[in-house]
């Protein structure tokens, strides 16, 4: 039996979710893995397997339980949504322990994680995305100008979130000093995007020992004006899989989507979300440890896939820690 750390929690407003799903993986974990819950919070790096709790050590990268024993990893799964797992922190402290890791390394999390940067980067690809303008804290504003370049309405989004708090769809000149001021509260850079008015789909993309596999997309029809955190977990919106868009559609977009994780050089399964505007696709996000608990997407791409949940953590294992 193989020992493998599910790393979760973190620093987030994403904390529980990030539990939910990492719950969900060790439910499903193959036989031949035993998994081992760390849950990191401002409390430490805790781990609780059954009755016996213990503490990962940063300097040994081993599992330390209350009565004297310790473990080994052979592996492990970063499962934190935002900071600081999805952003590459945690993957750099693994790689300095030598323990191997399913998720893409710490340059590809780090890029994929700040919208700003993911997006510039693949339009010098010519992946089309939104017009934008990046504002650092202490930047002038002029608001009027803003208006002018981008439009009405405006995205507002803090850089380096991993959740959709501090977004804002300001449809109004009044509102847009309030909406940034928002998002600076869950960051120091935030991003300003152009309305893209279109169907909004998502597409989870993984490897295989021999292939890249784009799963079934799910369409976003969110009750709110976008896909918020309330929509995104609350229930407040239909994510209807398959999305209800022409087979050559969704060819179109499951080949830009397996584009995109080549580009940025990812692992394991990655979801990349788009705005369908006409028939051109425009990249708004590339989640890498996107929402795996029973509500999430990717589960109900794999299930609309016909491919099961333990059969899909063993090929991500197997591919991805050999590969490493």
């Known amino acids: 039996m193989k020992n493998i750390g599910i790393i979760c929690?973190?620093?987030?407003?994403?904390?529980?979710?990030?539990?939910?799903?990492?719950?969900?993986?060790?439910?499903?974990?193959?036989?031949?893995?035993?998994?081992?819950?760390?849950?990191?919070s401002d409390k430490g790096w805790l781990v609780n397997h059954g009755s016996t709790h213990g503490v990962f050590d940063l300097n040994t990268g081993m599992i330390h339980f209350v009565d004297g024993t310790r473990i080994s990893l052979a592996g492990a799964i970063i499962y934190i949504h935002g900071?600081?797992?999805?952003?590459?922190?945690?993957?750099?402290?693994?790689?300095?322990?030598?323990?191997?890791?399913?998720?893409?390394?710490?340059?590809?999390s780090a890029l994929s994680f700040d919208k700003w940067y993911c997006n510039q980067f693949l339009k010098s690809f010519g992946i089309p995305v939104a017009n934008s303008v990046l504002l650092k804290e202490g930047d002038d504003l002029n608001e009027q100008v803003l208006i002018e370049t981008l439009g009405l309405p405006i995205f507002v989004k803090p850089t380096d979130s991993g959740s959709s708090y501090g977004i804002s769809k300001v449809k109004k000149a009044e509102?847009?000093?309030?909406?940034?001021?928002?998002?600076?509260?869950?960051?120091?850079?935030?991003?300003?995007?152009?309305f893209l008015d279109g169907i909004e789909v998502t597409c989870g993309v993984y490897r295989t020992k021999t292939e890249l596999s784009a799963l079934p997309l799910t369409e976003i029809v969110s009750e709110n004006e976008f896909f918020d955190f309330e929509a995104k977990y609350q229930g407040k919106s239909n994510e209807i899989t398959p999305a209800r868009i022409s087979p050559e559609l969704t060819l179109k977009i499951q080949v830009e989507a397996k584009r995109i994780y080549q580009l940025l050089n990812l692992k394991s399964i990655a979801r990349i979300d788009f705005m369908l505007v006409g028939e051109t696709p425009y990249v708004i996000e590339v989640n890498t440890t996107p929402g795996f608990s029973a509500e999430s997407i990717v589960p109900k791409m794999l299930a609309e896939a016909g491919i099961g949940i333990t059969s899909f953590w063993e090929t991500i294992i197997e591919t991805e820690l050999i590969l490493s």
């Open 175 to 194: 509102e847009l000093r309030s909406a940034i001021d928002t998002a600076f509260k869950e960051g120091s850079t935030i991003v300003l995007e152009s």
């Open 9 to 40: 929690g973190g620093f987030s407003s994403e904390y529980e979710i990030s539990l939910k799903s990492a719950n969900t993986i060790l439910k499903h974990l193959p036989d031949a893995y035993t998994g081992y819950m760390i849950v990191l």
């Open 83 to 108: 900071d600081p797992g999805e952003n590459g922190k945690i993957q750099a402290l693994l790689d300095m322990l030598n323990i191997p890791y399913i998720n893409a390394n710490v340059l590809s």
